[in-house]
C-alpha cells in the first residue's frame, strides 16, 4: 500500500523553497546554482524535474520568461513553519505544547533574552485569550 503524500515539505523540497524566499522569482539555473553551493553538483534536470513536483503540489508558482520558467514560493515560511511544527505536535508529542517546549527546552540551554522573549509570547497569548473570553 503507498504511502500517502504528505502535505510537508521533503528535505530537498525545503531546501529548493528556502532559496527562493530569499530572493524570487528565479529560474532553474540559478536555483540550480544555490542549490550546489548547498548540496554539491545537482544536475539541472533534477531540480527542474523537483520544481515541477513542487509545482503540481501547489508550493510554488511558475511563469514562463522568455523560453524557460521562472519560480515563486506559493507556500510562505510561515506556512510551512507552522504546517510541519503542527504535523510533529500531533504526531509525536498528542498536541500537547507544554511537551514539545518542554522537550525543546530540555535539550539545549535557552539564553535569558530568549526565556525574556517566551515569557512575552505567554504574556501576550494570555491577553489575547482574555480579550477571546
Not at 46 to 61: F, P, R
Not at 92 to 97: A, E, H, K, L
Amino acid at each position: 500500500m503507498a504511502r500517502p503524500p504528505s502535505r510537508n515539505p521533503t528535505e530537498l523540497e525545503l531546501e529548493l523553497l528556502q532559496i527562493l524566499w530569499d530572493h524570487h522569482p528565479r529560474v532553474v539555473a540559478e536555483i540550480r546554482e544555490q542549490l550546489c553551493h548547498r548540496r554539491g553538483e545537482v544536475a539541472y534536470t533534477s531540480v527542474a524535474k523537483i520544481l515541477g513536483i513542487m509545482v503540481d503540489k501547489g508550493y510554488l508558482s511558475r511563469t514562463k520568461t522568455g523560453r524557460e520558467y521562472a519560480y515563486s514560493p506559493l507556500l510562505s515560511a510561515e506556512q510551512a513553519q507552522s504546517n510541519m511544527l503542527e504535523d510533529l505536535l500531533s504526531r509525536v508529542f498528542g498536541g500537547s505544547p507544554s511537551l514539545l517546549l518542554n522537550r525543546l527546552m530540555s535539550m539545549q540551554a535557552v539564553s535569558d533574552e530568549e526565556l525574556e522573549q517566551l515569557r512575552a509570547e505567554i504574556r501576550d497569548h494570555e491577553e489575547k485569550a482574555g480579550e477571546d473570553r
